[in-house]
């Protein structure tokens, strides 16, 4: 699998059903994120039984990314009217109700391919989620097999690991959350740290 860690994030022009449920045609992946942070998650497809608990996660936290300037994209290999039709089922029955971020349709698989999450022989993407900080690169990447799902708390926490480290200049140790200290990135930085919290990890 390809490493995209530390790497341009690949950029796509897909259709897209968007936040207020219109289609659009051209949906571009950069357009959209502009200068914000991007939050890329692919599923393997609508229809299906671990991805609507994830998709509703993420819409149910994107009060909390919005506040981190943190534009979420969901990506599949189904079409925009598949999308449509499952926002447009009640939750009750299955289906997602309206959400608050683009859903892309992956027709060609060709973005999965991109981030290399596609499973050639099935034809669907793995569960992989893709962290693009404010300089276009990807500063996370995580990827599930089908049957399991993602912590969607863990993603926001990554953001503002980031967010720190920007503000700061220094790293985020093992289990860093909002409000801990952070390290600075040198010998004396590590000593610091770890004489104070080596016993908390």
Same mark, same amino acid.
């Given at each position: 699998?390809?490493?995209?860690?530390?790497?341009?994030?690949? @950029? /796509?022009?897909?259709? +897209?059903?968007?936040?207020?449920?219109?289609?659009?045609?051209?949906?571009? %992946?950069? #357009?959209?994120? !502009?200068?914000?942070?991007?939050?890329?998650?692919?599923?393997?497809?609508?229809?299906?039984?671990?991805?609507?608990?994830?998709?509703?996660?993420?819409?149910?936290?994107?009060?909390?990314?919005?506040?981190?300037?943190?534009?979420?994209?969901?990506?599949?290999?189904?079409?925009?009217?598949?999308?449509?039709?499952?926002?447009?089922?009640?939750?009750?029955?299955?289906?997602?109700?309206?959400? @608050? /971020?683009?859903?892309? +349709?992956?027709?060609?698989?060709?973005?999965?391919?991109?981030?290399?999450? %596609?499973? #050639?022989?099935? !034809?669907?993407?793995?569960?992989?989620?893709?962290?693009?900080?404010?300089?276009?690169?990807?500063?996370?990447?995580?990827?599930?097999?089908?049957?399991?799902?993602?912590?969607?708390?863990?993603?926001?926490?990554?953001?503002?690991?980031?967010?720190?480290?920007?503000?700061?200049?220094?790293?985020?140790?093992?289990?860093?959350?909002?409000?801990?200290?952070?390290?600075?990135?040198?010998?004396?930085?590590?000593?610091?740290?770890?004489?104070?919290?080596?016993?908390?990890?």
């Amino acid at each position: 699998m390809a490493v995209l860690a530390g790497k341009p994030a690949p @950029d /796509f022009t897909a259709a +897209a059903v968007m936040e207020d449920g219109s289609i659009n045609g051209t949906f571009n %992946l950069k #357009e959209y994120i !502009g200068d914000d942070y991007g939050l890329v998650f692919f599923y393997p497809l609508d229809f299906t039984f671990v991805c609507p608990s994830e998709i509703l996660a993420f819409h149910n936290r994107m009060n909390k990314f919005k506040e981190l300037g943190v534009k979420v994209v969901a990506v599949s290999v189904d079409s925009e009217h598949t999308h449509a039709a499952w926002r447009n089922t009640p939750t009750a029955e299955g289906g997602l109700g309206p959400v @608050d /971020f683009p859903m892309v +349709a992956d027709k060609t698989k060709q973005i999965a391919r991109d981030f290399d999450v %596609l499973i #050639e022989e099935e !034809g669907i993407s793995l569960r992989g989620t893709f962290l693009i900080g404010k300089d276009g690169n990807v500063w996370h990447q995580y990827v599930n097999f089908l049957p399991l799902g993602r912590n969607v708390d863990e993603f926001v926490r990554l953001v503002e690991a980031l967010q720190f480290h920007e503000e700061h200049g220094e790293v985020c140790p093992a289990g860093w959350n909002k409000g801990d200290a952070g390290m600075k990135a040198d010998a004396a930085g590590v000593a610091d740290y770890l004489s104070k919290n080596a016993d908390k990890l």
